[in-house]
């Protein structure tokens, strides 16, 4: 089976998706990530006293890196521009994400919620330009993807972070994907790539937040109990 994760900046297949990634790798699945921009518009930058362009080169950089610790059969990194998604035409973006998923032929498409996890412009605006162009084929009578899926997050506690997330009602979730303890460590190493990032990864609490199970919306399809792999039932 080919998945294809589309997510607009680096560290968006780190926090919180990684440990699925990898046990879908470890499963044999192949994994592929489409990252819509560098990630140059970060605060990090002022701290470090460099450019947008040399942030963006940076941040590229260390996604090289979680690309060999996830096992990713295949990375893109495109230059559209960070936090700025929202001022764009839509169809644009569609546009290179529609090219990248006819390249990948993928089985499966993910990206995030409709609410985005952590509710930031850039999330809702993959949120929607990724489902059009999953339903554009589909009208189109193209045979891929064959399910459009949405990394979420679900805790029935608050959490500890800097940072406000959103979680799915337990209801929607379709899918839970097990992780083992080699599947998160590799989400811990992935997270370590992120050298000029650790500030916001300890700030966010990601690496207690994220557990050894991560949940997964499927769009149009409803299943209880969950599934237990995003590959389950696709031709049912």
Same mark, same amino acid.
């Given at each position: 089976?080919?998945?294809?994760?589309?997510?607009? &900046?680096?560290?968006?297949?780190?926090?919180?998706?990684?440990?699925?990634?990898?046990?879908?790798?470890?499963?044999?699945?192949?994994?592929?990530?489409?990252?819509?921009?560098?990630?140059?518009?970060?605060?990090?930058?002022?701290?470090?006293?460099?450019?947008?362009?040399?942030?963006?080169?940076?941040?590229?950089?260390?996604?090289?890196?979680?690309?060999?610790?996830?096992?990713?059969?295949?990375?893109?990194?495109?230059?559209?521009?960070?936090?700025?998604?929202?001022?764009?035409?839509?169809?644009?973006?569609?546009?290179?994400?529609?090219?990248?998923?006819?390249?990948?032929?993928?089985?499966?498409?993910?990206?995030?919620?409709?609410?985005?996890?952590?509710?930031?412009?850039? &999330?809702?605006?993959?949120?929607?330009?990724?489902?059009?162009?999953?339903?554009?084929?589909?009208?189109?009578?193209?045979?891929?993807?064959?399910?459009?899926?949405?990394?979420? &997050?679900?805790?029935?506690?608050?959490?500890?972070?800097?940072?406000?997330?959103?979680?799915?009602?337990?209801?929607?979730?379709?899918?839970?994907?097990?992780?083992?303890?080699?599947?998160?460590?590799?989400?811990?190493?992935?997270?370590?790539?992120?050298?000029?990032?650790?500030?916001?990864?300890?700030?966010?609490?990601?690496?207690?937040?994220?557990?050894?199970?991560?949940?997964?919306?499927?769009?149009?399809?409803?299943?209880?109990?969950?599934?237990?792999?995003?590959?389950? &039932?696709?031709?049912?």
């Amino acid at each position: 089976m080919k998945i294809l994760y589309v997510f607009p &900046h680096p560290d968006d297949e780190s926090f919180g998706p990684a440990p699925a990634i990898a046990a879908q790798r470890r499963k044999g699945h192949e994994v592929y990530l489409f990252t819509l921009t560098k990630g140059e518009a970060t605060k990090q930058r002022f701290r470090l006293g460099i450019t947008k362009k040399e942030m963006g080169e940076i941040r590229y950089k260390e996604m090289q890196c979680v690309e060999k610790v996830l096992d990713l059969n295949g990375m893109t990194v495109f230059d559209l521009p960070d936090s700025g998604l929202k001022e764009m035409d839509p169809a644009d973006i569609e546009e290179v994400i529609r090219k990248q998923v006819q390249k990948i032929k993928p089985d499966v498409l993910v990206t995030y919620a409709v609410h985005g996890i952590s509710g930031f412009d850039d &999330h809702l605006v993959s949120h929607a330009v990724v489902k059009s162009v999953y339903c554009d084929l589909k009208r189109e009578g193209f045979d891929y993807p064959k399910r459009l899926a949405f990394f979420t &997050h679900y805790s029935e506690d608050v959490g500890e972070g800097k940072f406000n997330l959103t979680s799915s009602k337990q209801g929607d979730i379709d899918c839970w994907i097990e992780a083992n303890e080699e599947d998160y460590q590799k989400f811990l190493s992935a997270l370590d790539c992120y050298e000029t990032y650790q500030k916001v990864i300890e700030d966010s609490n990601v690496k207690e937040e994220v557990g050894y199970r991560v949940p997964f919306e499927i769009f149009q399809e409803d299943f209880d109990p969950p599934l237990t792999d995003l590959g389950d &039932h696709l031709d049912a």
